[in-house]
């Protein structure tokens, strides 16, 4: 891009004559000290160009620049725009304050750009009763930057120093102006880095070498409790030394080899003589011959992040003090547990021999008793033996219900189901207590509810022998009014999965300060009628222990003087149930997240006969219980977290209707005890794992329906 001519020399001005030589003179000083004595860049200006325009009698004074230029957004211009104007007299400015490149308008400087301009004004002018006295390019330091305009009378003589005037003032107004705006810009920088520095929320800071601090900014004199910079500065010249100094060899180390520490943590002293915990970055300033002459830094109090640290640590610690007691108690509890399950093997080995030792003798006594009592006796002879034989029986009664306690307390016992008709053996079950009530005048009586099935699937003989517990107290303690067995079945929609009994007496009733303790071993809930007819308190006992083997709870509600009601509720199903009908195929889901463990348990189910679908997760699962018909739901858990019950609640919540599938849970030995929270999720039955083939046979055929 061209550029124009230098302002004006001696020579060029001494080539008129005198007087206009020494007018333009005037005019040069007047133009400056209009543009230096200004407060304002385009005050200048304008009175830079009234001066001209004053001068050389003309009306109008116009500074046009290119859009963009002498601003931020570059020199890219398109269009024209009146900066900058000075008027005599109103004019009709609006007309023209814009001239567009479309208007035949180019770049180029000198006499092409001066040319175009003329002829993009000239209507304009008409139109204002203006004619064109002077033009002249306005140029800076990257070039055209515009045109300066004057209006008015246009001079007839040729002045070679006016020219030369008004070419000179595009060169100095073009160098005010870049100035002006340069010197804006630097002044817009700084404002925006002092605001920054002043309203930063971070400590921001420059010292010298010594340690002296030469600035500092509110956030910082705020943190360390100072009024203002003068205190800062006079205590760390009377201290000699920095707040931070103990790091200060360290950081200049550092600041010498990179130039820069960041993230570096600092203590700094406030003014009331508490030390902050602080974190710090820091800059090395160095002048041209590398020396350095000052340090810049940020510093950000952390002194609550740090205290929450330390809390946070000493939480951990405690935690993990609290994990090694526990590991401590794991490890103490693992070996009780090893020494009670060494206990309990020795006591059920112990109870096999002395029950072996004692019933034999007895057995011997009463068999031999019985024997002599077929024999010719005088009348005292046969007293005595039938005295022996009596009181040989009641310990025979007695140690076996010890044996039974202790055994059931083992928990070694398993159910051991049989087919049989509820109503023809519960009636021979009951046969002696009803005698022994109609002897007594008390009525007796066995309702069996329309809808139990003629043939079951139970434990008969535990049932059996709850029943006897419950028939015999019932006789003992009723000596007026009734006694009543109700035998119903429980269903779940339309399958039997539990046979409930109640045993209702109006005897003497138990006082409620004993309700309470009446299952517990040698407990009795009427010393005086105990003392009468005998017995150890053990019967409730065994009964309660029998029900729970069962899957049951023995409940108890009873009235001083009405009478009481014992009831129990223990596992049965239809008999022939189990048996698989071809025409109605059982199928299984089965959850497990083990993939060899999902082998082996679907092998194992198919080899049962059933039809098996094996997924991984729950929501596997929830797909097969939308797609499919199912007889159950096996669910194979590793633990009682929440994710595991949720997986139960999950395929419980996705069966709806009168008849849920059945769900069953397998999970570690170690997590039997925990069952309440597995069927409080959706479990009928929870199990142990791994599952023998012979007990897994027996939940399917006890739980699965067919599909």
């Known amino acids: 891009m061209g550029r124009l001519a230098a302002p004006a020399t001696q020579e060029e001005l001494h080539g008129g004559p005198a007087t206009e030589f020494r007018h333009a003179l005037t005019v040069y000083g007047s133009v400056t000290q209009a543009l230096l004595s200004a407060a304002f860049p385009e005050d200048g200006a304008r009175r830079a160009l009234a001066e001209i325009a004053q001068a050389y009698g003309w009306d109008v004074g116009v500074v046009w620049v290119w859009e963009g230029r ?10 024209l725009t009146a900066k900058i104007l000075w008027s005599r007299n109103p004019v009709r400015w609006m007309d023209f304050e814009v001239l567009t490149r479309g208007a035949g308008l180019c770049l180029e400087t000198h006499v092409p750009a001066i040319e175009a301009f003329r002829r993009a004004r000239a209507p304009a002018l008409v139109e204002c009763g203006l004619e064109p006295a002077a033009l002249a390019p306005l140029v800076d ?23 030369v005037v008004i070419r000179d003032f595009g060169v100095i107004l073009g160098w005010f102006g870049e100035r002006c705006a340069r010197r804006a810009a630097v002044e817009a920088e700084a404002s925006l880095l002092r605001s920054l520095f002043e309203n930063a929320p971070v400590g921001l800071y420059r010292s010298a070498p010594d340690g002296r601090i030469l600035l500092a900014n509110p956030a910082l ?70 020396r350095v002459i000052s340090y810049d830094g940020a510093v950000e109090d952390i ?44 006591k059920s080995a112990f109870l096999s021999s002395i029950s072996h030792e004692i019933r034999t003798p007895l057995n011997g006594i009463i068999g031999m008793t019985d024997l002599a009592l077929g024999t010719e ?37 398993e159910p051991d189901v049989t087919a049989f008709e509820p109503r023809l053996w519960i009636e021979e079950i009951l046969k002696p207590f009803a005698r022994r009530a109609e002897a007594n005048a008390v009525a007796f009586s066995v309702v069996f509810a329309p809808d139990l099935p003629a043939e079951i699937e139970a434990d008969l003989e535990r049932i059996r022998k709850i029943l006897s ?26 399958h039997l999965r539990r046979l409930g009994v109640s045993v209702h007496d109006t005897g003497a009733g138990i006082p409620q300060d004993r309700q309470l303790a009446v299952f517990e071993p040698f407990i009795k809930g009427d010393a ?17 222990q029998l029900v729970k083997l069962l899957g049951g709870e023995l409940t108890m509600e009873s009235v001083p003087g009405a009478g009481s009601i014992f009831s129990f509720q223990v596992r049965a199903r239809t008999a022939g149930a189990s048996k698989t009908d071809p025409a109605e195929p059982r199928h299984i889901l089965l959850t497990e997240e083990n993939d060899l463990d999902r082998r082996i348990l679907s092998h194992r189910l198919r080899k049962l006969g059933l039809d098996v679908t094996a997924v991984r997760n729950a929501p596997e699962a929830a797909e097969a219980l939308d797609l499919m018909r199912l007889s159950m739901v096996l669910v194979s858990l590793e633990s009682a977290d929440p994710g595991a019950l949720e997986m139960i609640r999950a395929i419980r919540q996705r ?3 009168p008849n849920p599938l059945p769900v069953i849970a397998l999970v570690p030995k170690a997590n039997l005890p925990q069952g309440d929270l597995y069927r409080a999720a959706g479990a009928n039955e929870v199990r142990s794992k791994p599952i023998r083939t012979r007990e897994l046979s027996r939940l399917v055929e006890s739980w699965a329906v067919a599909s």
């Not at 002498?70 to 269009?79: L, M, R």
């Not at 000596?479 to 779940?492: A, D, F, L, M, Q």
């Open 141 to 163: 330091s990257e070039g055209h930057a515009g045109f300066v305009e004057f209006l008015g009378p246009a001079s007839r003589e040729e002045s070679p120093a006016r020219e």
């Open 70 to 79: 002498w601003t931020a957004s570059g020199s890219s211009a398109s269009d």
């Open 377 to 413: 006796l005088s009348a005292e002879q046969e007293e005595y033996l039938r005295a022996v034989r009596v009181a040989a029986g009641s310990l025979l009664d007695l140690f076996n219900d010890i044996i039974e306690l202790a055994r059931l307390g083992a928990g070694d016992q």
């Open 303 to 346: 002194s609550s992040r740090k205290q929450i640290e330390l809390e946070l640590l000493s939480h951990t610690q405690q935690l993990e003090d609290a994990r090694a007691r526990l590991e401590e108690q794991s490890i103490e509890l693992s070996a009780t547990r090893d020494r009670a399950l060494e206990a309990s093997r020795l």
């Open 528 to 544: 005086s009628r105990s003392r009468r007819f005998g017995g150890t308190g053990m019967g409730l006992a065994i009964a309660s």
């Open 655 to 657: 069966q709806t209707g």
């Open 221 to 290: 004199l705020e943190m360390l409790g100072f009024a203002a910079l003068d205190e800062e500065s006079r205590r760390v010249m009377e201290s000699r030394r920095l707040d931070h100094f103990a790091c200060r060899d360290g950081f200049r180390q550092l600041l010498d080899g990179t130039g820069t520490a960041r993230g570096l943590e600092t203590q700094w002293l406030r003014h009331d003589g508490h030390l902050l915990d602080c974190l710090e970055s820091l800059r090395a300033v160095r002048d041209s011959s590398g």
């Open 469 to 494: 517990c419950l028939a015999d107290n019932a006789v003992k303690f009723t000596s007026s009014g009734s006694i009543t067995v109700t035998v119903r079945p429980v269903r779940e929609g339309r």
